[in-house]
């Protein structure tokens, strides 16, 4: 089965730093991940997928990779700011296309 | 945005008592998906439709039941709520099999008393 594991599960930043999300699944026979947003009560928003072929994806200050060989995937987040502050959750997408297995989620505070 | 919406929101249940949970999508996406969402848990998923009337379980399928009429329309019930059951349930869908991102509704909290 499955697990993913996100680290760390809480950060607390000051505004403007850089700061990287990491995300390590037991099995690394995934065929895409994607990086999801979630504020408090709120829905899961897609941020970044990379795809089969990619290995890394970008969009404005985020950057994820995704290294198959040893099931791991980082979240890069560039000069943060306080809006950043959200639950983030890694999801990778079983060789199968059925199963959608999530990590509990990095939950970040960046502070003004 | 696949233009997904839950019903209802919030929803307060007493025990043993059957509630169905709807989940409407407008961008005519193949696959849809329930999910529950636990502290300590995380996302884990219930059952999961491929087409009309074609549905499959999750992890977490007991208890629960769907149905998928329409491509549209992915209906989550519990046949008898359990305070087990108490969660915040989201539906999410996807255009099929392979590089395609998911999307999710905005949730329903359910709470069985």
Known sequence: KQEVTQIPAALSVPEGENLVLNCSFTDSAIYNLQWFRQDPGKGLTSLLLIQSSQREQTSGRLNASLDKSSGRSTLYIAASQPGDSATYLCAGLETSGSRLTFGEGTQLTVNP | ?113
């Not at chain 2, 005519?28 to 219930?46: C, F, S, T, V």
């Not at chain 2, 059952?47 to 491509?71: A, C, L």
């Not at chain 2, 969660?87 to 008393?113: D, H, I, P």
């Open chain 2, 1 to 113: 945005d696949a233009g997904i919406t839950q019903s209802p929101r919030h929803k307060v249940t007493e025990t043993g008592t059957p509630v169905t949970l709807r989940c409407h999508q407008t961008e005519n996406h193949r696959y849809m998906y329930w999910y529950r969402q636990d502290p300590g848990h995380g996302l884990r998923l219930i059952h999961y439709s491929y087409g009309v009337k074609d549905t499959d379980k999750g992890e977490v399928s007991d208890g629960y039941s769907v149905s998928r009429s329409k491509t549209e329309d992915f209906l989550l019930t519990l046949e008898s709520a359990t305070s087990s059951q108490t969660s915040v349930y989201f539906c999410a869908c996807n255009r099929g099999q392979g590089n395609y991102g998911y999307t999710f509704g905005s949730g329903t909290r359910l709470t069985v008393v």
